[in-house]
């Protein structure tokens, strides 16, 4: 079946410029995470939405990151005033919601940001 | 707070030789571990993972790794390395309480010699 789709596979922005980067889970998982994986940094969490729970935002560097969840199904993660320090690879995962352990996260292929 | 230390950046090793990559992990109780492998434009994908029971997990193409609670290791290894194995290796930490996020580590990169 389908994994977990993400858009654009590249974006390079000028700095300054708003951002959207889109997730499309595998269907019927009902937990969805970003991740950020910059060069030699391994991966970072930014938020993670389970079902109709307030999301975990803790992971989220400042408060020009935000995302959104419509639905329970595709998540749109946004950076506004984008700034070079940005420049990375932003992962999307989902998962059945139960422990990482039982409900093994499907990771996409990633969103590889830019910015000049 | 939970954390992973994979010590080895890079490792090159030829083919058909023995792998061993290294994870330390802390955390707070008994953790979830896992290891993830992420191939030239591929997405992560999940090679084994432990929570209790047998201390020695087998996974996926070939890979074990060994969970020793005394020295806070969770390393990966393979027998015999394959030249499709090339790839990068994330070591993971995870929780079973309300935060399901995983801890990973910085990666090893891995390099297949002919």
């Known amino acids: 079946g389908a994994g977990v789709s993400q858009s654009p596979s590249n974006k390079v922005t000028e700095k300054g410029k708003d951002v959207e980067l889109r997730c499309d889970p595998i269907s019927g998982h009902t937990a969805l995470y970003w991740y950020r994986q910059s060069l030699g940094q391994g991966l970072e969490f930014l938020i993670y939405?389970?079902?109709?729970?307030?999301?975990?935002k803790s992971g989220l560097p400042s408060d020009r990151f935000s995302a959104e969840r419509t639905g329970g199904s595709v998540s749109t993660l946004t950076i506004q005033r984008t700034q070079q320090e940005d420049s990375a690879v932003y992962l999307c995962?989902?998962?059945?919601?139960?422990?990482?352990?039982?409900?093994?996260?499907?990771f996409g292929n990633g969103t590889r940001l830019t910015v000049t | 707070a939970q954390s992973v230390t994979q010590p080895d950046i890079h490792i090159t090793v030829s083919e058909g030789a023995s792998l061993e990559l290294r994870c330390n992990y802390s955390y707070g109780a008994t953790p979830y571990l896992f290891w993830y492998v992420q191939s030239p434009g591929q997405g992560l994908q999940l090679l084994l993972k432990y929570f209790s029971g047998d201390t020695l997990v087998q996974g996926i193409k070939g890979f074990e790794a060994e969970f020793k609670r005394s020295q806070s290791s969770f390393n990966l290894r393979k027998p015999s390395v394959h030249w499709s194995d090339a790839a990068e290796y994330f070591c993971a930490v995870g929780g079973s309480g309300s935060a399901r996020q995983l801890t990973f580590g910085s990666g090893t990169q891995l390099t297949v010699l002919p």
């Open positions: 939405f389970q079902g109709n729970s307030a999301p975990d």
């Open positions: 995962a989902s998962s059945g919601g139960g422990t990482p352990y039982n409900s093994p996260l499907h």
